[in-house]
């Protein structure tokens, strides 16, 4: 009798039970569902960007953002001023063979909105040319994803890893930011570029994500003959200084390639449709029509220059080294750049030819070599 009433009752328990404990599974479980949903809803919707570590300024950067009568109270006049089609005034002080710096004047505010330099600098700064890529990590927190707040807009600057190698970005407590530019080949600094937020906006270096337009990058004002004489002066100083600290033989302006490079020119522009192909063709013609901000790129190596041009230009093949290039909208281009660009003035940089002649007219560049002289 017991025994029936102790399984009558252990059997009643397990029935109440089991329903009880699983409907506070069912519960439990659905409680947790939905802070995990919730936790999940209250998540942006668009990318984190991590806080971009500022470094003390130091060096050149002290100097973006300061009035063009302070910088030249400090580094004197400049050798050289040269208009270009950026709506900078770009001032160009050399230091024998030890120091170029091509200083950017925003036109319209007289301030310093960019700094070139190529060589040693002037200021002591760690930050300087010839700096292995290795040691520059090491010593400075590298900006990869920042947001700029410029004219009442909010734009995000993202480095993709190929950024990150070649042309990496160090932000200053001053608001200023400096681009490293590497050599492929020695994986060492061989150009700095400080500038201000507005010009790293507009600059085309990096990705640049905006739900507004930005800043355009080049003005539509026309240069004048005596603007392309001082720019082509100013490619010679770049040329001639970067030779200078490879040690490679220096150059010699030449009256005869300087002729040839005129008469390509003046060919090319009657009628390019019948020496270029159609990419390169869209590229000349809105050089030529003073629309940068709708170009890309235009280069043309020896190699790529048409036998037709040189025919009709009366110009011997054999004998000229000749490149074409644009947009060339200030010297120090010649060097702070990266990648294919880089490896295209390489090769005018550092030619073993030295006679050397130049066209320029609507930022379309044209260099060529005398390999005989």
Known sequence: MFKRSFWKKTCVCFVIILP????????????KTDKKELSHSNEPHSQVVPKVTKIKTQGLARYIGVSNLAFSADFGRPTQVITSAENIEWQQYRWEDK????????????????????GESPLASELKNGLKKRKLQQKFPLAMDLKLRSNEQTAQIKLNQTDIETKPLIAFKNGSYAVSYF?????????VEYLDKEELLRSGLYQVSSQTPLPVRYSTDVLSSDDQDTMIQ????????????????????SEVATAVAQRISQTLENDPKKYLPKKQLQ????????????????????????????ADAQVEA????IYISGP????AQLVATTGKNQSFWN?????????????YENSCLIVVYDKNE
Request: charge should be positive; proline fraction near 2%; glycine fraction near 2%.
């Open 20 to 31: 009880v404990l699983y409907l506070l599974a069912i519960f439990t479980n659905d409680d």
């Open 99 to 118: 120091t170029y710096m091509l200083v950017g004047i925003n036109k319209y505010s007289a301030k310093v909105c960019a700094i070139y330099l190529l």
């Open 183 to 191: 050599s492929r080949v020695t994986k060492k600094v061989v150009a």
């Open 234 to 253: 100013g490619i010679w100083e770049v040329l001639t200084f970067e030779r200078a600290q490879r040690k490679v033989a220096q150059l010699s302006q």
């Open 283 to 310: 590229q000349y013609q809105r050089l030529k029509a003073d629309r940068l901000n709708d170009v890309k790129v235009l280069q043309l190596k020896p190699n790529d220059i048409s036998a037709q041009l040189l």
């Open 318 to 321: 054999a004998r000229f080294e």
């Open 328 to 331: 060339v909208v200030n010297p």
């Open 347 to 359: 090769k005018i940089l550092f030619s073993k030819n030295t006679k050397i002649g130049f066209d």
